[in-house]
T-cell receptor, first 113, second 110 residues
Framework: DSGVTQTPKHLITATGQRVTLRCSPRSGDLSVYWYQQSLDQGLQFLIQYYNGEERAKGNILERFSAQQFPDLHSELNLSSLELGDSALYFC????????????FGQGTRLTVV | GQNFDQPTEMTATEGAIVQINCTYQTSGFNGLFWYQQHAGEAPTFLSYNVLDGLEEKGRFSSFLSRSKGYSYLLLKELQMKDSASYLCAVFSGGYNKLIFGAGTRLAVHP
């Protein structure tokens, strides 16, 4: 158990809908990362927050947004969902930004039908 | 930007040694990470190399050459449970963007 908690574990929704994925980092970790992993694909970096502030952005779609709250948990919002958004979404956390390893949650498997 | 080059797939025999290579080009570099990921599961941290040279941790060792943009992960005494994808990763352009290579899928056979 990495100490990073993601909910829900599984999510099935229809095209055009909006969902929210939640991540609770390890105790004491200030940095949160979000990744998308489509079937048999690599981990695609979406966005990173540090202590409530957005610090880095990857190729995140405009339909996607995220935030980190004062209690350091983070949410990833996905809207106007398309079939191609079906993927595993991972959250990871680390003590600070770079130079320390990140620990991953078990992921949320999103299926868009 | 950042680019990685890892072999897509490798096979090895139980009990053997395998070396998984990773070459990278990145703007800004703080060190290189290796992660293991079993299919459908979360990546788990294996090692982090900041300085050149070899670091050993049990059956797994990792090597880094910063000047050559090259790293490898060495797995000894392979076990069936080592069948997984192995991902190299770096922080690109500073301390905030942790980028992963596509990974090498290792299959260990009896």
């Amino acid at each position: 158990d990495s100490g990073v908690t993601q909910t829900p574990k599984h999510l099935i929704t229809a095209t055009g809908q909006r969902v929210t994925l939640r991540c609770s980092p390890r105790s004491g970790d200030l940095s949160v990362y979000w990744y998308q992993q489509s079937l048999d694909q690599g981990l695609q970096f979406l966005i990173q927050y540090y202590n409530g502030e957005e610090r880095a952005k990857g190729n995140i779609l405009e339909r996607f947004s995220a935030q980190q709250f004062p209690d350091l948990h983070s949410e990833l919002n996905l809207s106007s969902l398309e079939l191609g958004d079906s993927a595993l979404y991972f959250c990871a956390s680390s003590v600070q930004g770079g130079d320390t390893e990140a620990f991953f949650g078990q992921g949320t498997r999103l299926t868009v039908v | 930007g950042q680019n990685f080059d890892q072999p897509t797939e490798m096979t090895a025999t139980e009990g053997a040694i395998v070396q998984i290579n990773c070459t990278y080009q990145t703007s800004g570099f703080n060190g290189l990470f290796w992660y293991q990921q079993h299919a459908g599961e979360a990546p788990t941290f294996l090692s982090y190399n900041v300085l050149d040279g070899l670091e050993e941790k049990g059956r797994f060792s990792s090597f880094l050459s910063r000047s050559k943009g090259y790293s490898y992960l060495l797995l000894k005494e392979l076990q069936m449970k080592d069948s997984a994808s192995y991902l190299c990763a770096v922080f690109s352009g500073g301390y905030n963007k942790l980028i992963f290579g596509a990974g090498t899928r290792l299959a260990v056979h009896p």
